[in-house]
């Protein structure tokens, strides 16, 4: 996901370097504030094969086990149209 619309503040948790040369800021984890609640997004499948790569079980577990434990507190907010750019609601699935 390419975050460089979103405040500046927002916490990356899984982020990488982009090329020098186009200067964004991408990432694969993030954690924000919506309305009341807390919220952590990922654009990583966190489901397919995941009896075949260890990594892929793993990931899942320690997020889930971060946003059970104290230390999730999420400081940058987003509004739900900030949010809404991420999600695409595809027919086939409805």
């Known amino acids: 996901m390419v975050l460089d619309d979103l405040p500046g503040g927002l916490r990356l948790i899984v ?21 009341k609640g807390k919220l952590v ?6 489901r397919r ?3 075949q790569r260890p990594v ?8 889930l086990a ?3 434990s104290d230390a999730f507190r999420p400081k940058e907010s987003l509004d739900a149209k900030a949010l809404g750019r ?9």
């Open 86 to 94: 991420f999600f695409v609601v595809r027919k086939d699935r409805q």
């Open 41 to 46: 997004v990922s654009s990583i499948n966190l």
């Open 15 to 35: 982020q990488v370097v982009d090329n020098f040369t186009k200067d964004r800021r991408p990432g694969f984890v993030f954690e924000a504030r919506v309305g």
């Open 49 to 51: 094969d995941i009896d």
């Open 56 to 63: 892929s079980r793993q990931l899942p577990a320690s997020l």
């Open 66 to 68: 971060y946003m059970r």
